[in-house]
Protein backbone atom coordinates (compact mmCIF):
# COMPACT_ATOMS: atom_id res chain seq x y z
CA UNK A 1 0.00 0.00 0.00
CA UNK A 2 1.74 3.52 -0.90
CA UNK A 3 1.07 6.03 1.40
CA UNK A 4 2.99 9.74 1.00
CA UNK A 5 2.88 11.58 3.89
CA UNK A 6 4.31 15.33 3.69
CA UNK A 7 5.50 17.69 6.34
CA UNK A 8 7.06 21.03 6.99
CA UNK A 9 4.50 22.92 6.10
CA UNK A 10 3.87 25.85 8.21
CA UNK A 11 3.67 29.88 9.05
CA UNK A 12 6.47 32.39 7.71
CA UNK A 13 6.61 35.93 6.38
CA UNK A 14 7.10 37.12 3.18
CA UNK A 15 10.59 36.87 1.58
CA UNK A 16 10.70 33.46 4.26
CA UNK A 17 11.85 30.06 3.55
CA UNK A 18 10.08 26.68 4.25
CA UNK A 19 11.13 22.97 2.84
CA UNK A 20 8.67 20.65 2.80
CA UNK A 21 9.37 16.46 2.92
CA UNK A 22 7.23 14.07 1.39
CA UNK A 23 8.29 10.37 3.11
CA UNK A 24 7.24 7.63 0.39
CA UNK A 25 6.19 3.88 1.48
CA UNK A 26 4.83 1.22 -0.72
CA UNK A 27 6.21 0.14 -4.17
CA UNK A 28 4.46 2.81 -7.12
CA UNK A 29 3.83 0.73 -9.99
CA UNK A 30 4.79 2.06 -13.30
CA UNK A 31 6.35 4.77 -11.62
CA UNK A 32 7.44 8.23 -13.58
CA UNK A 33 8.47 10.24 -11.54
CA UNK A 34 7.11 12.57 -8.34
CA UNK A 35 5.52 15.79 -8.19
CA UNK A 36 4.45 18.81 -6.05
CA UNK A 37 0.88 20.61 -6.46
CA UNK A 38 -0.53 23.17 -4.01
CA UNK A 39 -4.21 23.95 -3.94
CA UNK A 40 -5.40 27.84 -2.99
CA UNK A 41 -8.63 28.59 -1.22
CA UNK A 42 -11.03 29.05 -4.17
CA UNK A 43 -8.63 27.78 -6.64
CA UNK A 44 -8.23 24.62 -8.62
CA UNK A 45 -5.38 22.40 -7.73
CA UNK A 46 -2.26 23.70 -9.45
CA UNK A 47 1.33 21.68 -10.64
CA UNK A 48 4.04 23.59 -8.73
CA UNK A 49 7.34 21.26 -9.17
CA UNK A 50 7.82 17.69 -11.11
CA UNK A 51 10.68 15.57 -10.79
CA UNK A 52 11.72 12.18 -13.01
CA UNK A 53 12.82 8.91 -12.19
CA UNK A 54 16.24 10.23 -14.55
CA UNK A 55 15.84 13.53 -12.02
CA UNK A 56 14.82 15.07 -14.80
CA UNK A 57 12.95 18.41 -13.24
CA UNK A 58 10.20 21.08 -14.39
CA UNK A 59 8.56 23.96 -12.33
CA UNK A 60 5.89 25.86 -12.80
CA UNK A 61 6.40 29.61 -13.92
CA UNK A 62 5.16 31.68 -10.98
CA UNK A 63 7.88 29.57 -8.56
CA UNK A 64 10.90 28.96 -10.93
CA UNK A 65 14.36 30.70 -9.46
CA UNK A 66 12.47 29.87 -6.14
CA UNK A 67 11.70 26.68 -5.77
CA UNK A 68 13.72 23.58 -6.23
CA UNK A 69 12.40 19.84 -5.90
CA UNK A 70 14.67 16.98 -5.20
CA UNK A 71 14.50 13.58 -4.12
CA UNK A 72 16.83 11.23 -2.05
CA UNK A 73 16.17 7.40 -2.91
CA UNK A 74 17.95 6.34 0.00
CA UNK A 75 15.62 7.94 2.42
CA UNK A 76 12.56 7.57 0.32
CA UNK A 77 11.63 11.37 0.81
CA UNK A 78 10.70 14.06 -1.62
CA UNK A 79 11.85 17.16 -1.11
CA UNK A 80 10.18 21.16 -1.74
CA UNK A 81 12.43 23.77 -0.75
CA UNK A 82 10.73 27.16 -1.60
CA UNK A 83 12.43 30.38 -0.53
CA UNK A 84 11.47 33.84 -1.47
CA UNK A 85 8.25 32.89 -0.48
CA UNK A 86 4.96 35.30 -1.13
CA UNK A 87 1.87 35.57 0.17
CA UNK A 88 0.30 34.24 -3.61
CA UNK A 89 2.35 30.84 -2.21
CA UNK A 90 -0.05 30.80 0.35
CA UNK A 91 -2.08 26.88 -0.26
CA UNK A 92 -2.06 23.64 1.29
CA UNK A 93 1.02 21.64 -0.77
CA UNK A 94 0.67 17.98 -1.67
CA UNK A 95 2.70 15.23 -2.44
CA UNK A 96 2.25 13.35 -5.69
CA UNK A 97 3.32 10.31 -7.34
CA UNK A 98 2.86 9.24 -10.39
CA UNK A 99 2.95 6.24 -13.14
CA UNK A 100 2.90 5.32 -16.98
CA UNK A 101 -0.44 4.69 -18.17
CA UNK A 102 -1.18 3.39 -21.99
CA UNK A 103 -3.12 5.94 -23.75
CA UNK A 104 -4.77 5.40 -27.34
CA UNK A 105 -2.42 4.44 -30.24
CA UNK A 106 0.39 2.63 -27.96
CA UNK A 107 1.62 5.61 -26.43
CA UNK A 108 1.88 6.41 -22.88
CA UNK A 109 1.49 9.38 -20.14
CA UNK A 110 2.79 9.95 -16.84
CA UNK A 111 0.02 11.29 -14.36
CA UNK A 112 -0.48 10.98 -10.40
CA UNK A 113 -2.10 7.88 -9.09
CA UNK A 114 -1.48 8.77 -5.33
CA UNK A 115 -1.72 11.88 -3.48
CA UNK A 116 -0.49 12.76 0.50
CA UNK A 117 -2.80 14.32 2.54
CA UNK A 118 -1.54 17.82 2.61
CA UNK A 119 0.41 20.68 4.13
CA UNK A 120 -0.94 23.89 4.89
CA UNK A 121 1.43 26.71 3.70
CA UNK A 122 1.01 30.00 5.14
CA UNK A 123 2.85 33.69 3.90
CA UNK A 124 1.90 36.80 5.61
CA UNK A 125 2.91 40.18 4.92
Known amino acids: QVQLVESGGGSVQAGGSLKLSCAVS????????MAWYRQAPGKERESVANISTIRTTAYADSVKGRFTISQDNAKNTLYLQMISLKTEDTAVYYCAARSSQYIGGGGTICRVTYWGQGTQVTVSS
Open 26 to 33: GYIPFSCG
